[in-house]
């Protein structure tokens, strides 16, 4: 055998067909003797074999993440504990139904209303109109009175008024017809109407912007403290400024209660939710995340007017509505703390501690060899945290794609929270009766729900928000082109009902288009730039007074435009999502405007070619659900790593 061939044969056999350093053979030693040839050959495999030990050692410290994802299925994706969780959301998918419309019917008016006048009061109803209020092309007016001496009128005996009488705006008040509404609310017992009709809308979009101070508080909360915490305060907090509503006899007064109790909006909610989907398995997560919102919080506001209709007093409305707060302290004892939290805390035992509760409950059997596989993920996802908290939320300004979709994201979100909340609060201007009209509304929230858990991963998500807001502007946009009453409230229904979808998909949207590195921040951003145009939202409903058709209008144009936007944005279905700035600066590049999941054909992926002595690993992050505001980004991530063919060792001939 000649050197040459010697050292190919020695080089060749430090590696085993799974590309891993084997032992020499000893049964020969004379074969391994013979294979030291002259200086620089035998140099330059010493350096090579050690570069392959080198190589092998980094490939064994590589450890496959091995996240919750993987570990539920374990504990169980849905077992008996989960579903215990499942319903422990009721009520607090309720209390944020209460927290957001309550307001509604706390300062709801009645449509017929005129002015009061004092010398009439002896006279009924129709005689008083009659004689004190102007008629106008709509019926009687609301704001103004004749100026007119009524105690000499009522002495000359005169029924009706004259047709040159002056009219002024009213002076002693105003009367109410309670019989569609069957109480007084805070709006007419201090006669928030005509110059004073944008009070309750004020205090709505001051409601908002406690909404704003009290994401970032209860969300650095969250983050400091734990989620437990956290969901325990900000219902205290709503707690307390629901109660103090009742006893409120000013609009400063009630404007600081609403703040309050918009501190609680909507993390009275989302804390729990977060919790519960945290530890729920990814093949269930897509149902618990949009069913929990379907059954739960549609069977509070759909009860919630009926409850206001019962009391029949805005006062007990506010105790009715805000007491069912106190139920969060319970969740000491019944709901355990984020396992998520406590690893990114450090705290990884006591999160294995929680979840042997779940294994115990849910009767299952999980092996110490997984926890400690475990264990180790937990410490390297903790550093590759801790290399990602250098970036900041401008950093998705610094390139020109990703800024351009950060925008867009941002521009869409706020058009959603608008449109969404201009429905939500229109229901008052279509002619019907008020509470019937806003169950039938709220109702839209299940089969929207329930559409979007069959089609969403199939349909994708840009043609699936772009369409449904389409679908909310033409239905809105037609309900100004009917009759007001059933048909107009008819169409702004199913209005509602599309912009229910627009809204259930738009954060999970953002969260999977914006890079890992920044999209807790991301998401944090665009979710308080929605509570911003919530603010405006009231203001367009209020143009109500000076036109019916007027906040139809709005609504309907912006849901058009924003579903038109919506197109500009990449699909994320199938998808590897963006780990990097650079792979959100790059994310959707290939793809095209008209493409659609369904009817796209499925691109056969080229091989990667082979590297030599590697191994490729692809990562990809899923958010698999909303409500990942203000805490730390649920990412499942999987790690794929191709085998090296028995070629692929084979070392050159040098």
Same mark, same amino acid.
């Given at each position: 055998?000649?050197?040459?061939?010697?050292?190919?044969?020695?080089?060749?056999?430090?590696?085993?067909?799974?590309?891993?350093?084997?032992?020499?053979?000893?049964?020969?030693?004379?074969?391994?003797?013979?294979?030291?040839?002259?200086?620089?050959?035998?140099?330059?495999?010493?350096?090579?074999?050690?570069?392959?030990?080198?190589?092998?050692?980094?490939?064994?410290?590589?450890?496959?993440?091995?996240?919750?994802?993987?570990?539920?299925?374990?504990?169980?994706?849905?077992?008996?504990?989960?579903?215990?969780?499942?319903?422990?959301?009721?009520?607090?998918?309720?209390?944020?139904?209460?927290?957001?419309?309550?307001?509604?019917?706390?300062?709801?008016?009645?449509?017929?209303?005129?002015?009061?006048?004092?010398?009439?009061?002896?006279?009924?109803?129709?005689?008083?109109?009659?004689?004190?209020?102007?008629?106008?092309?709509?019926?009687?007016?609301?704001?103004?009175?004749?100026?007119?001496?009524?105690?000499?009128?009522?002495?000359?005996?005169?029924?009706?008024?004259?047709?040159?009488?002056?009219?002024?705006?009213?002076?002693?008040?105003?009367?109410?017809?309670?019989?569609?509404?069957?109480?007084?609310?805070?709006?007419?017992?201090?006669?928030?109407?005509?110059?004073?009709?944008?009070?309750?809308?004020?205090?709505?979009?001051?409601?908002?912007?406690?909404?704003?101070?009290?994401?970032?508080?209860?969300?650095?909360?969250?983050?400091?403290?734990?989620?437990?915490?956290?969901?325990?305060?900000?219902?205290?907090?709503?707690?307390?400024?629901?109660?103090?509503?009742?006893?409120?006899?000013?609009?400063?007064?009630?404007?600081?209660?609403?703040?309050?109790?918009?501190?609680?909006?909507?993390?009275?909610?989302?804390?729990?939710?977060?919790?519960?989907?945290?530890?729920?398995?990814?093949?269930?997560?897509?149902?618990?995340?949009?069913?929990?919102?379907?059954?739960?919080?549609?069977?509070?506001?759909?009860?919630?007017?009926?409850?206001?209709?019962?009391?029949?007093?805005?006062?007990?409305?506010?105790?009715?509505?805000?007491?069912?707060?106190?139920?969060?302290?319970?969740?000491?004892?019944?709901?355990?703390?984020?396992?998520?939290?406590?690893?990114?805390?450090?705290?990884?035992?006591?999160?294995?501690?929680?979840?042997?509760?779940?294994?115990?409950?849910?009767?299952?059997?999980?092996?110490?060899?997984?926890?400690?596989?475990?264990?180790?993920?937990?410490?390297?996802?903790?550093?590759?945290?801790?290399?990602?908290?250098?970036?900041?939320?401008?950093?998705?300004?610094?390139?020109?794609?990703?800024?351009?979709?950060? +925008?867009? !994201?941002?521009? *869409?979100?706020?058009?959603?929270? %608008?449109?969404?909340?201009?429905?939500?609060?229109?229901? $008052? &201007? @279509?002619?019907?009766?008020?509470?019937?009209?806003?169950?039938?509304?709220?109702?839209?929230?299940?089969?929207?729900?329930?559409?979007?858990?069959?089609?969403?991963?199939?349909?994708?998500?840009?043609?699936?928000?772009?369409?449904?807001?389409?679908?909310?502007?033409?239905?809105?946009?037609?309900?100004?082109?009917?009759?007001?009453?059933?048909?107009?409230?008819?169409?702004?229904?199913?209005?509602?009902?599309?912009?229910?979808?627009?809204?259930?998909?738009?954060?999970?949207?953002?969260?999977?288009?914006?890079?890992?590195?920044?999209?807790?921040?991301?998401?944090?951003?665009?979710?308080?730039?929605?509570?911003?145009?919530?603010?405006?939202?009231?203001?367009?409903?209020?143009?109500?007074?000076?036109?019916?058709? +007027?906040? !139809?209008?709005? *609504?309907?144009?912006?849901?058009? %435009?924003?579903?038109?936007?919506?197109?500009?944005?990449? $699909? &994320? @279905?199938?998808?590897?999502?963006?780990?990097?700035?650079?792979?959100?600066?790059?994310?959707?590049?290939?793809?095209?405007?008209?493409?659609?999941?369904?009817?796209?054909?499925?691109?056969?992926?080229?091989?990667?070619?082979?590297?030599?002595?590697?191994?490729?690993?692809?990562?990809?992050?899923?958010?698999?659900?909303?409500?990942?505001?203000?805490?730390?980004?649920?990412?499942?991530?999987?790690?794929?790593?191709?085998?090296?063919?028995?070629?692929?060792?084979?070392?050159?001939?040098?």
């Amino acid at each position: 055998m000649s050197p040459k061939d010697e050292t190919k044969s020695s080089e060749s056999s430090a590696y085993s067909n799974d590309g891993y350093i084997s032992e020499p053979n000893d049964e020969n030693p004379k074969k391994s003797n013979e294979s030291v040839v002259d200086g620089k050959r035998n140099e330059f495999s010493l350096d090579f074999l050690q570069k392959g030990v080198k190589q092998t050692e980094n490939d064994k410290k590589n450890v496959q993440p091995f996240d919750f994802d993987d570990l539920l299925p374990h504990l169980g994706e849905f077992g008996i504990y989960q579903k215990i969780l499942f319903l422990l959301m009721i009520p607090f998918a309720c209390n944020v139904a209460f927290v957001y419309f309550a307001q509604i019917f706390i300062t709801i008016v009645p449509e017929k209303y005129w002015c009061r006048v004092p010398e009439l009061a002896n006279l009924t109803v129709e005689e008083r109109l009659a004689l004190a209020i102007p008629l106008g092309s709509d019926g009687y007016e609301k704001c103004r009175m004749y100026d007119v001496n009524f105690t000499e009128l009522l002495k000359n005996g005169a029924k009706e008024a004259g047709s040159n009488w002056e009219t002024v705006p009213c002076r002693y008040g105003w009367e109410y017809d309670f019989t569609e509404v069957p109480y007084a609310s805070i709006s007419a017992e201090l006669n928030w109407v005509c110059e004073n009709a944008a009070l309750p809308n004020t205090a709505q979009s001051i409601f908002f912007c406690g909404a704003i101070l009290g994401g970032l508080i209860f969300g650095w909360m969250a983050d400091r403290f734990g989620r437990i915490p956290a969901l325990i305060s900000c219902n205290m907090v709503g707690l307390i400024g629901g109660v103090a509503t009742a006893y409120c006899n000013s609009f400063w007064a009630f404007s600081v209660c609403r703040f309050l109790v918009g501190m609680a909006f909507d993390n009275c909610f989302t804390m729990m939710y977060i919790l519960v989907l945290e530890y729920v398995g990814p093949k269930w997560r897509t149902f618990v995340a949009n069913m929990s919102i379907a059954i739960f919080f549609t069977l509070g506001a759909c009860i919630l007017p009926w409850i206001a209709y019962y009391l029949s007093n805005w006062r007990y409305l506010c105790y009715a509505t805000s007491l069912p707060l106190v139920i969060a302290v319970l969740t000491l004892w019944f709901v355990p703390e984020s396992a998520r939290w406590l690893v990114s805390q450090g705290k990884t035992e006591k999160a294995i501690v929680i979840l042997k509760k779940f294994e115990k409950v849910n009767k299952t059997n999980v092996t110490e060899k997984v926890y400690d596989q475990f264990r180790s993920s937990c410490a390297e996802a903790q550093k590759e945290e801790d290399a990602n908290k250098k970036y900041t939320v401008l950093d998705l300004f610094k390139t020109p794609r990703l800024r351009k979709i950060t +925008l867009i !994201l941002v521009v *869409l979100w706020m058009v959603i929270s %608008l449109v969404f909340d201009g429905h939500v609060r229109n229901v $008052e &201007t @279509l002619g019907l009766d008020t509470f019937l009209t806003f169950t039938i509304a709220s109702a839209t929230e299940f089969p929207a729900d329930t559409f979007l858990t069959f089609v969403l991963d199939i349909w994708g998500r840009r043609w699936l928000a772009a369409g449904s807001m389409i679908v909310s502007g033409l239905f809105t946009l037609f309900a100004i082109a009917v009759p007001l009453g059933v048909p107009s409230a008819s169409l702004a229904i199913m209005g509602r009902f599309a912009i229910n979808i627009s809204y259930n998909i738009g954060l999970q949207y953002a969260a999977e288009i914006l890079p890992t590195v920044v999209r807790a921040q991301g998401v944090a951003l665009i979710h308080i730039m929605g509570y911003v145009a919530s603010i405006i939202a009231p203001f367009v409903v209020y143009l109500a007074n000076i036109s019916t058709s +007027l906040p !139809l209008l709005i *609504l309907g144009v912006l849901g058009t %435009l924003g579903g038109l936007l919506a197109l500009f944005l990449p $699909e &994320t @279905l199938d998808q590897e999502l963006p780990q990097t700035l650079q792979d959100g600066e790059n994310f959707g590049l290939n793809q095209k405007m008209w493409d659609f999941p369904c009817i796209k054909k499925k691109e056969v992926e080229e091989p990667i070619p082979e590297v030599y002595r590697t191994t490729s690993v692809r990562l990809s992050t899923r958010s698999s659900f909303r409500g990942e505001i203000r805490s730390s980004i649920l990412n499942g991530g999987s790690i794929r790593s191709r085998k090296l063919d028995n070629s692929d060792n084979k070392i050159s001939n040098i």
